[in-house]
């Protein structure tokens, strides 16, 4: 069974820093795309950051670019998004999900708080 | 403001055959494929179509996905109670402000 499982969520100042991972099971991580994906209380979905299989090639967001970091570690099936510089807006719940070119199989989501 | 335009809600009565549009640009929908996502209250995205109008196993041949020219849209057949959901497009875009984009969502009630 197809499993992807966010962690790291949690309440942070602003200008803090926070790593979200997503643990992958059920399914050859290493062949796969993966995608961070957000979504605001009570707003509409919004595309964050994508990588390909290999970690080689990386995309974002204009909102977050130069703040966001993706990387994965194929060998722990395991994604990760380092977030530094956080905002208020960037309060949301972040999704992970598998797929190419756009996101198929996605996983339940872990909350992110950026307050004072 | 989002990239993809949807209507912000959309209704029919059970049975009934409902269609939700997505309008976008020549860099996203006119040049790739458009996927459809629900979301029922509470949970994740569920991917409903992909491709423009493939749809996963397990999705009833009741959804369907259509595109023309830079719009798509979806249509549900037979509308049940438990269709009662947001429904979402994304596209893939190949401007430089960001390769992924979706549609702000129509929340779909069953009346």
């Known amino acids: 069974e197809v499993q992807l499982v966010e962690s790291g969520g949690g309440l942070v100042q602003p200008g803090g820093s926070l790593r979200l991972s997503c643990a992958a099971s059920g399914f050859t991580f290493s062949s796969y795309w993966m995608h961070w994906v957000r979504q605001a209380p009570g707003k509409g979905l919004v595309w964050v950051s994508r990588i390909n299989s290999d970690g080689s090639s990386t995309s974002y967001a204009d909102s977050v670019k130069g703040r966001f970091t993706i990387s994965r570690d194929n060998a722990k099936n395991t994604l990760y998004l380092q977030m530094n510089s956080l905002r208020a807006e960037d309060t949301a719940v972040y999704y992970c999900a598998r797929g190419w070119p756009l996101p198929g199989y996605w996983g339940q989501g872990t909350l992110v708080t950026v307050s004072s | 403001q989002s990239v993809l335009t949807q209507p912000p809600s959309a209704s029919g009565t059970p049975g009934q055959r409902v269609t939700i549009s997505c309008s976008g640009s020549?860099?996203?929908?006119?040049?790739?494929?458009v996927y459809w996502y629900q979301q029922l209250p509470g949970t994740a995205p569920k991917l409903l179509i992909y491709r423009n109008n493939q749809r996963p196993s397990g999705v009833p041949d009741r959804f369907s996905g259509s595109k023309s020219g830079t719009s798509a849209s979806l249509a549900i057949s037979g509308l049940r109670s438990e269709d009662e959901a947001d429904y979402y497009c994304a596209a893939w875009d190949d401007s430089l402000s960001g390769p992924g984009v979706f549609g702000g969502g129509t929340k779909l009630t069953v009346l």
């Open positions: 020549s860099s996203n929908i006119g040049s790739n494929y």
